[in-house]
């Protein structure tokens, strides 16, 4: 062929392919193999670049993809997209590195450079004329579920600041002032606050890194360690986006390494996401996409709301989308509970109105502790160390308990005192 835009004449019954070599040499091979009359192989274009790709793809005509794996911009987006439109990406692979890292972005199969073209012609043909009886071989994404031995604590909140990011960032160091292994994940796309609220000052890698290394199929314990910032002995922290123009960095496709990866180092994954939720037209078109990646596996989901008639009705309208988005029940944190707003009674105020609008109960009610949370911003520190004494402290320490049976309760009196690091798993050192 002669060059891109050069189709031949479709075959009956034949498996339709596209190439996208970037001028490696085993193309050169291969397309006189595919183009062969018999071969049960129609070669639809020869492709030249990622978006000539998506684009045959996206045309419908076009069942496997056969791609250097080598590409400078193929990652696990791209493969993703690819296989929601129904087009299997065989990987050609030069080297065993560049062969895991194919398999690791999703690429249904693996064929070696060297092999010869009528062996790659042959899983081209097995990738696109699956068994009748069989749907189409379409691998699961790179890390889309969460391992057993670590947990997602996702914390969502409806808008309106009820106080999401206070709970996640205070929740995170709890756990970890119990003796558990934390990592704090900052995935509001909208705008993270957790590194300002823990004094982070210098730029971190942070989550956007991860997700870079993650696209790449390069995610690993070592580079997921060395994006984060040690905040105290057991706890890290992913600092996010900390402007509303970054939340495509926080890509959902590059999220789930994140999450599986996260969750293989740590006991406890705390992460501190937005709040929007609707269903974004495309996987990628909104902030929400971040938001729902993190909901859509959490082991457990807390709901935060305002105490006040507003941050009710927020929640209550919020936990009917949050249904569509997640297996996980939410379980509902009521913070800023205060009588001036509510009453003289706040506490059953709240439970009446949920019980009779969401049917939900509960599992904490947290105290108005403005002052605290002052303190703690003024510190750059969680409320475990800048306000240990303070109610607020005190009610999502109750919470973490609730959430970690056989944690043991730390007295709040004791300041500056630190446990011996507890025995077991740790993050690598980012050195």
Not at 34 to 58: F, I, K, M, N, P
Not at 176 to 183: D, I, Q, S, T, W
């Amino acid at each position: 062929m002669d060059g891109p835009s050069a189709v031949p004449a479709p075959r009956p019954h034949a498996v339709a392919v596209a190439v996208l070599s970037g001028g490696a040499p085993w193309e050169v091979a291969l397309l006189p193999v595919l183009e062969r009359q018999g071969s049960g192989l129609h070669l639809v274009r020869r492709c030249v670049d990622v978006a000539d790709l998506l684009a045959v793809g996206t045309a419908g005509t076009v069942r496997v993809a056969v791609v250097d794996a080598d590409l400078p911009r193929l990652d696990a987006d791209v493969v993703a997209r690819l296989r929601g439109l129904g087009v299997a990406v065989l990987a050609v692979a030069g080297s065993d590195a560049h062969a895991s890292t194919a398999l690791a972005l999703g690429a249904a199969d693996v064929a070696s450079s060297s092999e010869p073209p009528t062996d790659v012609a042959a899983r081209v043909r097995a990738l696109g004329r699956p068994q009748p009886s069989e749907p189409a071989p379409v691998p699961a994404p790179v890390a889309a579920s969460v391992p057993e031995n670590g947990r997602l604590l996702v914390v969502w909140g409806p808008g309106g600041a009820p106080g999401r990011s206070t709970v996640a960032v205070t929740l995170a160091a709890e756990l970890a002032e119990a003796g558990r292994e934390v990592l704090l994940v900052d995935a509001d796309a909208g705008g993270g606050a957790v590194s300002t609220m823990l004094g982070i000052l210098d730029e971190a890698p942070g989550v956007a890194a991860a997700c870079r290394a993650g696209l790449r199929g390069r995610l690993d314990a070592g580079v997921l360690a060395a994006s984060a910032v040690a905040v105290a002995p057991r706890l890290r922290v992913l600092t996010g986006a900390t402007r509303p123009d970054r939340w495509r960095e926080l890509h959902p496709v590059a999220l789930e390494a994140v999450w599986a990866v996260a969750t293989t180092l740590v006991e406890d994954v705390v992460v501190d996401v937005g709040a929007a939720l609707d269903e974004p037209d495309t996987p990628t078109a909104a902030p929400a996409a971040a938001t729902r990646s993190a909901v859509a596996v959490a082991d457990v989901l807390l709901a935060v709301a305002a105490a006040d008639p507003l941050g009710l009705l927020r929640l209550v309208h919020g936990l009917d989308r949050l249904a569509d988005a997640t297996a996980a029940p939410p379980q509902v944190v009521v913070n800023r509970l205060r009588p001036s707003v509510l009453g003289a009674h706040p506490r059953a105020q709240v439970r009446q109105t949920l019980q009779r609008f969401s049917g939900a109960e509960p599992v904490a009610y947290l105290p108005d502790d403005p002052a605290a949370v002052d303190t703690a911003l003024r510190a750059g520190r969680p409320l475990t160390v800048a306000a240990p004494s303070s109610a607020l402290r005190r009610g999502v320490g109750e919470l973490a308990r609730r959430l970690t049976p056989g944690i043991a309760a730390r007295p709040a009196s004791v300041r500056g005192h630190r446990r011996q690091p507890r025995r077991g798993r740790s993050l690598p050192s980012a050195g």
